[in-house]
């Protein structure tokens, strides 16, 4: 472009980009030379940055860099560190008779901060993060376990898992389905009587006439009085604590559908040592007996 063909502000004598808003002209001044300077040496250190460096991602990863660094690889460097630095401690933990730990305080409080660790990563996803639990998913900070809440058979249930079909030593149960051999009429009935077992409100009368009814159907694993077996993983049925619901419609789906949770094996999954931290880690959250 000739000088006859440029754009000159007249006010500053500078060319412009030939671009204008309203009047307004851009001025097409150099930029400032050290900005350019610093946007050169930006450019020189990103290049060198992907050669040095993992950058580019390829296939099955990223490019390793001449300097072969690894953030994984560091922060596994970390976990080896600190595990070797309490590998007596995890020893111990693995093999610890659970029933004396709370006399180590030394190795009790390692297995309630680490536990803590596995409790998060595994269990909060259905326990919740406070270990409150929700419906279907029982609450680990009362008082009121199926199987026992005793240091040892919480690990066991950690260990084996509830009506799993890849452990043969998971904790089993199975309630029938009563839709299939009672009468709605009847199952009415049984809904009354288990809200009279619990104090909750309810007809007398139908809970009257239930009673040959949970004599019949539900007194061999709930027991004669609803304070259900941890044997079997029945239940008490006296207490205000649910883990599908008490009122009458919940009581009506459990007796009509019956419940079946699944609670997974851990212990292919996690090292001896992991399950005995998590058992000490629930055990003390308040719940444990």
Request: charged share 20%; aromatic share 10%; proline share 4%.
């Amino acid at each position: 472009m000739s000088d006859k063909d440029k754009d000159i502000d007249t006010e500053t004598g500078i060319e412009t980009t030939g671009h204008e808003w309203d009047g307004i002209k851009e001025l097409n001044n150099p930029l400032p030379r050290w900005w350019l300077w610093c946007f050169y040496l930006t450019i020189i250190w990103g290049i060198g940055y992907v050669i040095a460096y993992p950058a580019w991602p390829v296939v099955n990863g990223a490019t390793k860099g001449l300097l072969g660094y690894s953030t994984r690889g560091e922060v596994q460097r970390e976990i080896d560190a600190y595990a070797t630095q309490n590998a007596e401690l995890t020893e111990a933990l693995a093999t610890v008779d659970l029933a004396s730990l709370a006399d180590n305080d030394e190795l009790n409080r390692f297995a309630v901060a680490g536990g803590g660790a596995v409790f998060r990563a595994h269990c909060s996803q259905c326990h919740g993060s406070g270990a409150a639990g929700a419906k279907g998913y029982p609450n680990l900070l009362d008082d009121d376990w199926l199987w026992g809440g005793e240091l040892t058979e919480i690990a066991y249930t950690i260990r084996h898992g509830i009506r799993n079909e890849t452990d043969d030593n998971a904790r089993y149960s199975q309630m029938p389905a009563f839709g299939d051999m009672l009468e709605p009429e009847e199952i009415d009935q049984l809904v009354h009587k288990v809200l009279a077992l619990s104090g909750a409100e309810h007809d007398a009368q139908m809970a009257g006439a239930g009673d040959a009814l949970y004599a019949d159907n539900c007194s061999s694993c709930h027991g004669e009085a609803g304070l259900g077996d941890r044997e079997l993983g029945a239940p008490n049925l006296t207490d205000a604590i649910w883990l599908y619901g008490g009122d009458a419609e919940s009581l009506h789906d459990t007796i009509t559908y019956s419940r079946f949770g699944v609670m997974p094996p851990w212990g292919p999954r996690l090292s001896d040592a992991e399950v005995n931290a998590v058992a000490a880690y629930v055990h003390q959250l308040g719940g444990g007996e």
